[in-house]
């Protein structure tokens, strides 16, 4: 993909998840983005500021009260900050961690892919 194809897609990500900074409540002004194919599912919920890396591939930080859920199928993420505004993580209803295996950074950069994706799709609308 060519530099200017990634910067976009990086900018309207960027500018998407700085849209819903304002967002102070938990789960009440939590944004939902849903979609089924027929043969897979996905669902997106998020709140409050969150913040990529330039490469998107890690979540650098999340707003207090902030999150980010994603479900495909059968699979689970959640991210959250703990009360020192560390990212925390749990996978597929497994227990929160702040320290990433392998794969698990493959999901968190696979998840953030299919976010900035979503929303994009949102945007064109």
């Not at 959640?78 to 009360?83: F, M, S």
């Amino acid at each position: 993909m060519n530099n200017f194809i990634r910067k976009h897609i990086q900018t309207i990500g960027l500018v998407g998840l700085t849209l819903i900074s304002a967002v102070s409540c938990r789960r009440a002004n939590s944004t939902r983005i849903f979609s089924d194919d027929g043969t897979n599912s996905q669902t997106i919920q998020y709140a409050g500021r969150i913040i990529f890396n330039s490469e998107q591939t890690e979540i650098e930080s999340i707003s207090k009260g902030g999150f980010l859920k994603y479900e495909r199928n059968d699979n689970e993420m959640e991210a959250e900050p703990d009360n020192n505004g560390k990212v925390t993580y749990e996978f597929d209803g497994g227990s929160k961690t702040s320290t990433l295996t392998a794969s698990q950074k493959q999901i968190v950069a696979e998840v953030i892919r299919a976010v900035i994706k979503a929303r994009a799709k949102l945007h064109h609308r």
